[in-house]
């Protein structure tokens, strides 16, 4: 992951929270959009034009240069339409990124609510060019789920959601063992002050029905108190 996707994506992952890794869908997506778009929309229309008289009589050049310059800013933001369709890894959350012109939406799964995670071939090609599609499954959620079609090196992805899944879980399992220890702790501590406080209550007690025999027996005749 570069530094310009660390500082890019930041925005779109909940506070607190740290980027490990960013999840692009195959580069092949976007070569072949912009191959298809510059033959048929910028290529072809310009050897037309110049190569026919016709064309260029029926069509003012300011036209051709208004429409290529169109094409371009559709062929940038294509680019930049797949560049932002991601997932979002970070310590504690899957961020699911939807991007377009006018809005942005981000999805997030904690790592406590994932179940399982799916990777799924499309075509026989895919293995080829290293693409399947991602499919993270959601506890407790029927047929709720995230996907990311056609994802670069799915089982390198896969492998780090699952990384920092397993770090996160032991974490959380760390957290409860020093809870339990601690109230284990407390109950010894609870027991051991209730053992003392019996022991006390009990000597106060018996000094208490010592002293009362003592005066009685200083009231009766004829006794001395050599004390």
């Known amino acids: 992951m570069n530094k310009f996707d660390k500082v890019f994506f ?7 929270s740290q980027i ?29 034009y110049f190569y026919s008289d016709k064309v260029k009589e029926l069509i003012p050049f300011f036209v051709l240069e208004g429409f290529l310059i169109i094409m371009f800013i559709r062929i940038l933001y294509q680019i930049f339409d797949w560049y932002c369709d991601v997932w979002i890894v970070t310590d504690e959350w899957v961020v699911e990124l939807d991007w377009s012109l006018f809005s942005a939406n ?8 994932i179940e399982w995670l799916e990777v799924e071939q499309d075509w026989i090609i895919d293995t080829l ?3 399947w599609s991602l499919i993270i499954h ?3 959620w ?6 990311l079609d056609e994802a670069s090196k799915p089982y390198e992805a896969i492998d ?15 957290e409860e063992n020093k809870s339990s220890v601690w109230d284990d702790y407390e109950i010894i501590i609870n027991s051991l002050s209730e053992v003392v406080k ?4 009990k000597n106060n007690f018996e000094k208490k029905k010592e002293t009362d025999y003592i005066e009685e027996v200083k009231e009766k005749p004829w006794t001395i108190d050599i004390r």
């Not at 930041?10 to 607190?16: A, Q």
């Not at 981000?106 to 609510?113: H, R």
């Not at 029927?142 to 996907?147: K, N, T, V």
């Not at 019996?198 to 209550?201: A, F, K």
């Open 129 to 131: 060019l290293n693409k």
């Open 106 to 113: 981000a999805i997030s799964v904690k790592y406590s609510s």
């Open 10 to 16: 930041k925005k779109y992952i909940p506070d607190g």
């Open 138 to 140: 959601k506890i407790w």
């Open 198 to 201: 019996s022991y006390i209550e």
């Open 20 to 48: 490990k890794e960013i999840i692009h869908q195959h580069i092949i997506l976007i070569i072949d959009k912009i191959i298809l778009n510059y033959f048929f929309f910028v290529i072809l229309p310009t050897f037309i």
């Open 160 to 174: 780090i959601i699952e990384k920092y899944w397993k770090w996160l879980i032991s974490k959380w399992n760390e």
């Open 142 to 147: 029927s047929g709720d789920s995230f996907r």
